[in-house]
């Protein structure tokens, strides 16, 4: 019988063999990527922002902690009811455990509601396998976080991490004492972010209750579902940087062959595109970078805060193909996340930060206007956001020259 039975596993190994099938290897928990046309979707918002801020960048203090989470290939599901979003009308039941979980099964409204998985991170192994990162240690809040003043299609939920064991402590203090949880490189707060919720049937029961509670319209469904869309296709790709504002800073790694981001903006969602390629960033020992290559420069490798501005060009050999006096858009390097190169030599970030670098040592990345305006990372209402921030009063953009370059 035994032998019959390694006989019958033998012709089932060759037939799986001989078909070509293979295991799928995609990562759960992201949207599906799809081809993304190079058009953008343009709507009439009547809503104009108020306010226009950097919003300041401020590392959390428990980032070390959660720098070395264990993965799991296999996620134990685990299932919780969430009636609630709103951080003004917490109590102390909404606090749940998701802790040690690479998906969390949420069921959102009531018990009679379909189920959403929240994923906190998935990643490949060395062996290529695609696993999950669980949800760090501790018990929280699931809410929903927004900024007055930015068109549909913004916002995000988070989960706070509270002290739990404080029977003194109404729901209202202990979420003003606790933390966000970061995310998996540990220097920014995890989100599921609203594009995601607007573009994805699966969390269809979170968007019923966000609307049942007034955190978000009725009107802004059909507002941000189409905006997300370019001829049927999901804006979003899971490797792209979402901004929802142009004056927001960003987390990636640097150097960074290519960076894409999906650009959120008054007038249209901008589909996953190209804002920048070749980034580097330099120690050139100097207070500016040098014309040609400098070979005691040490390249940074690791994480970096970045964000967008607007550089009117006083010295053309620190940048490439410019005018003096024109207007471009650069990269400045906000904050270094890992100080220390592998030799444990400190990398030395001038006060203030650093514009980005190209591939050519000695040059600053810049990007001309027109460009920026054609591929959508920037708009009219952005544009006109860096130019108040960056320019001030005094100059306007619209008398510089925006050549291209090649």
């Known amino acids: 019988m035994v032998q019959r039975f390694s006989s019958a596993l033998r012709r089932a190994v060759h037939h799986v063999r001989s078909s070509g099938s293979s295991p799928p290897t995609k990562a759960l928990g992201y949207l599906t990527a799809h081809g993304i046309p190079r058009g953008l979707i343009l709507d009439d918002l009547s809503a104009a922002r108020k306010t226009h801020v950097i919003q300041p960048f401020r590392l959390n203090s428990s980032s070390a902690s959660q720098g070395n989470i264990p993965k799991r290939c296999h996620p134990t599901p685990v299932s919780r009811i969430v009636s609630n979003l709103d951080p003004g009308r917490l109590v102390k039941s909404d606090i749940i455990d998701l802790s040690g979980r690479g998906e969390a099964w949420i069921t ?107 955190l978000i319209s009725q009107a802004q469904i059909p507002d941000a579902g189409p905006r997300a869309i370019v001829r049927g296709r999901m804006v979003l790709k899971y490797n792209s940087t979402i901004l929802d504002t142009i004056s927001d800073t960003f987390v990636i790694r640097l150097p960074m062959p290519t960076n894409r981001m999906t650009f959120i903006h008054e007038e249209c969602i901008a589909p996953s595109v190209q804002a920048g390629r070749g980034l580097f960033w330099r120690d050139t020992h100097g207070s500016e970078p040098v014309e040609g290559s400098d070979v005691s420069s040490m390249v940074y490798k690791g994480y970096a805060a970045l964000r967008f501005e607007l550089k009117k060009v006083d010295r053309i050999k620190d940048f490439y193909n410019v005018t003096e006096g024109q207007v471009v858009l650069v990269l400045r390097v906000v904050q270094l996340f890992d100080p220390l190169d592998p030799d444990g030599v400190p990398f030395s970030l001038p006060e203030g930060g650093d514009f980005v670098q190209g591939e050519a040592a000695g040059r600053y990345w810049c990007m001309p206007l027109d460009r920026a305006l054609k591929y959508g990372i920037l708009t009219p209402s952005s544009l006109k956001i860096l130019e108040e921030l960056y320019l001030g009063d005094s100059a306007s953009t619209k008398s510089a020259a925006m050549g291209s370059s090649p």
Not at 108 to 130: A, E, H, I, M, N
Not at 157 to 173: K, N, Q
């Open 108 to 214: 959102f409204g009531d018990s009679t509601s379909s189920g959403s998985g929240l994923t906190y991170y998935w990643g490949t192994t060395p062996q290529k396998r695609v696993c999950s990162y669980p949800f760090p240690p501790g018990r929280g809040f699931l809410y929903f976080r927004s900024r007055p003043g930015l068109p549909a299609g913004t916002g995000e939920i988070r989960f706070r991490l509270v002290d739990a064991g404080s029977p003194s402590d109404s729901a209202a203090e202990l979420f003003a004492g606790g933390r966000d949880v970061l995310e998996h490189r540990g220097h920014m707060p995890w989100r599921l972010h609203m594009l995601r919720i607007y573009t994805s049937t699966k969390y269809r029961p979170l968007r019923s209750l966000l609307l049942q509670q007034g």
